[in-house]
Each structure stands twice: as C-alpha cells, then as structure tokens.
C-alpha cells in the first residue's frame, strides 16, 4: 500500500487543529490536516457562537420585564416566535461556521477527509489510504458525554450538538446539568417563555467552588429557573413525556437537554498502539507544558486533550502544538491566567486559583455584595457577589470567583491584573471612573487590602518623587 511522506499531520479541523496549521505552514508545507465530521470549529457550529445569539435574544426579549418601573409602557404586548428564534440564532450560526468551512477548504489537497486511526506513532490509515509523518498533532475536540439508556429517547434528548437544529421551543424543558452549557441555554430557555427545570448531581454551578459564590449565583438564578441539586438523576417515559426524578421529587417534560459534561474524541484513533499509558477517559499521558505524549512525536490539542475545554485555550494548545511539531526539541511554555466565564445573567465567572484550590486558612478574602452596587441598581441587575483571594503577607492578587452584572468584562481586568503579578495595593492605585460596575470590584479589593499585612497603607494615590 502506496503511503504519503509529510513532515506533520493535524487529526482535526477544529480551532487546536486550524490554529496548529497555521503555525506550521510558516516553517513547511508538507503538512495535511485530517478531518471527519461536519465541518467548522464546534464553537463556531454547536458552541460558544449560537448559544450567545439564542442568550441575546433571550436577553432583549426578558428586558420587558424592567420597563414598566421606567416608565416605558406597553411591554405587556411583547410576544416571542421561538420558531423565528431558532431560525434566526440557525442564520448567524451558518454565518459564522461559514466563514471556519471556508478557512478550511483553502487548504487544497493538504485537506484529507476521513477518519484516521493510529497503525504506529507516525504512521496513519485514513479510510483505507496511509500518512506517514515525522510528527503527529490530534486535535480531534470532544462531544457531549451522554449515558447510552438516554439514547432510547430519541429527537426528545438533546444535547448542544443537536439542540439548535430544534424547530421551536416546547413548553417544558430539563436540563440535566448545571454547568456553562446547562446554566447558558437552561435560562435562555426560560426567558423565551419555556418552563425549565434544572437539576445536578452537584450542588455546583457554573463550575463555581466557593459556596458563598455559589449560593449567591443559585439565588439569582431560582427566580427563572427550578434548581434541583446535589442528588442523582434519573429519567423514564410515562405517558408520552419523559419524567425526571432527583431527590425524592419528580415531574413531567416535554424533553430533555443533557449537559453532563463532554468527552474527548480519542476513542476510534487506535491509541493503544502508541503503548504508552491512557486515562480513564482514553486520553494519553502528556507532558501539559509542551503538549508531547511521553517521548514521542505525538502532541494532544485542544479539547482532545480534556483539560481546558475551551476556545481560548483550544487556541493556545494549538500554538503550542503546532510551533512543537515543527521544532527540533519540544519547547515548554507558561500558560496564560485561567479564565472561565458562563454568559448567565448575572454572569458567573472565575480567574486564577479558584477558592477550592486554595486553603482558606492560608488565604486574605475580599468580597463585595451587588445588591446596593449604584450602577447595578440603575441597570436593574443588582445581584449577586464578587469574592477576591489574595496573599496575605504580600497582597498579591491571586483568584477570584464572582457572580455579578458585567463579570464577562470585570473578569478579564482581573486576570491581567493577576498574570501580571500585581498586589491589591497596585491594582487600586489604578483608575476607577464613577459611576461603573468596577466600582463593585474596588469595594472588594479594598476589603481585601484590609486583611493583608499592608492592609493599613495608603492604597489610593502615590505622592510626586
């Protein structure tokens, strides 16, 4: 069997894959990217892209709600089209994923498409033809994680690959799962008119650890949705609906979407005949610094790999991946601060070390309630909390996680401020106009300031040398 010589060979077209090309391009061409499936990056066709279009909509459609108290009559009239909805979040959905199909296709022939499989570390069989590369990069994302009984449920069970193919909305939802998919499309759901139930194993949302946090976001979210949490689940059909159990209580929907997680697409690449160890769920020991799987010419990218899936750092994976792949010894590189941002309202987010990762007894805390913040009030948003940990001997700022208006912005402040070392006493010598959400988090830093040891000094202005 005739085999093609190349220097690197991409398993996946996703934005680890794409990214990882590019890079690679700058120094060969003898490169292919291997991709099965649909194509377009799972952001762009079932992810982050088309659940922030439903979210807009979902979110211009509940502002009715605070019109009234302004003054602004006639909301009452407001209807919603959830057929026109999934049609219109299905339009910017393919406008965006076009544009990612047509980044691939201009590839040419370096494009294969088909289901590769390992036969040796450098060698591949792609739907009965061969690949020989000197180096291997898979970046051949994940899918939902869905247990198989489910299945029997049939077009009623969705999962983010499926439900945004929906027609229109049914009258009553489950969502099992409170994490970034769960919490983003549960409300969406709910303020477009559909009764949701949300229901977790965990007593966790949104990936928060800390519970002062959490409490705080489940409040804020238990006024749209019914949160059943920190008991197993079950589902049956009875009736024509399906019925879901936790916890003693049970109720009848019309479906169900599952948001239990995802699992790395390394299954069907013949991983085994790497012999090297696996996890649990299949994926190859890797070096997390260089991306390299033990001593061979083999890298983990993206979502593949398990450990950070999320855009962002699909993307650095891919960087890291593809400028490995192509050098002459493996370089490790520093990641970027941890930043993770769920676009509920209000929005959840975490930065660098999360409350779980730290010991309390070891950590200065800072925290500011929103409930009386000024422009959250003007907004009519106020809720929530924001929670900082810091050093106590140096101030230095070291996580946080809150739950308050605008986190999706009050986050990225926060974690450039902690990626570049800064003390709290640094970060409120910095300006804050007035009046704005920031605001919240100088309450917090403040607070903050006064559980470290330099608590007591001047944190506002430095006088002129």
Not at 191 to 207: D, I, Q
Not at 381 to 402: H, I, K, M, S
Request: proline content about 5%; charged content about 25%; aromatic content about 6%.
């Amino acid at each position: 069997m005739s085999e093609r010589h190349v220097d690197v060979a991409v398993i996946g077209a996703g934005t680890a894959g794409l990214v990882a090309a590019s890079e690679i391009r700058k120094v060969t061409d003898r490169f292919v990217i291997i991709q099965d499936g649909p194509p377009g990056t799972t952001c762009a066709r079932v992810g982050c892209m088309p659940s922030k279009a439903l979210i807009q909509i979902a979110h211009d459609f509940h502002r009715r709600s605070v019109f009234d108290r302004q003054g602004i009559r006639g909301a009452g009239g407001l209807t919603v089209d959830t057929a026109a909805v999934m049609r219109r979040v299905r339009e910017l959905r393919d406008r965006f994923a076009g544009g990612m199909v047509k980044r691939t296709e201009r590839y040419g022939e370096r494009l294969i498409k088909g289901r590769a499989r390992f036969l040796e570390p450098t060698l591949l069989e792609v739907d009965g033809k061969r690949v020989r590369a000197r180096r291997v990069i898979i970046a051949t994302g994940s899918r939902p994680r869905v247990p198989e009984a489910w299945s029997a449920f049939g077009d009623r069970l969705w999962t983010s690959d499926t439900f945004f193919e929906a027609e229109a909305l049914p009258a009553s939802v489950a969502v099992i799962g409170l994490g970034v998919i769960g919490l983003e499309l549960g409300q969406a759901m709910a303020r477009l008119g559909v009764e949701v139930l949300g229901v977790a194993r965990s007593l966790h949302l949104g990936g928060i650890t800390d519970p002062v946090v959490r409490d705080a976001a489940a409040e804020a979210l238990s006024g749209e949705l019914t949160l059943w949490r920190g008991n197993p689940v079950s589902i049956s059909e009875e009736n024509g609906h399906l019925v879901v159990c936790s916890g003693g209580q049970r109720r009848a929907v019309d479906a169900v979407l599952a948001a239990t997680g995802r699992q790395p697409n390394v299954d069907a690449l013949g991983l085994e005949t790497l012999n090297t160890p696996l996890r649990k769920d299949g994926v190859p020991e890797y070096d997390a610094a260089t991306l390299q799987v033990g001593h061979l010419p083999v890298f983990m990218a993206g979502d593949a790999n398990a450990d950070h899936p999320v855009l962002h750092e699909a993307w650095d994976d891919g960087l890291i991946a593809g400028r490995n792949a192509v050098a002459d010894a493996p370089t490790r590189y520093q990641r970027r601060t941890p930043l993770h941002i769920v676009f509920s309202d209000p929005n959840i987010a975490s930065v660098g070390c999360r409350y779980a990762e730290l010991e309390p007894d070891a950590i200065a805390l800072g925290q500011e309630e929103f409930s009386d913040q000024p422009r959250a009030v003007i907004r009519g948003d106020n809720a929530g909390v924001v929670r900082l940990y810091g050093q106590p001997q140096t101030g230095r700022l070291l996580g946080a996680e809150f739950c308050v208006p605008g986190a999706e912005h009050l986050a990225h402040l926060l974690a450039w401020c902690i990626q570049q070392r800064m003390t709290v006493r640094e970060i409120l010598r910095m300006p804050f106009y007035h009046p704005v959400l920031e605001e919240g988090v100088r309450a917090a830093l403040e607070d903050l300031a006064a559980h470290t040891r330099d608590g007591a000094s001047d944190c506002s202005l430095l006088p002129t040398p």
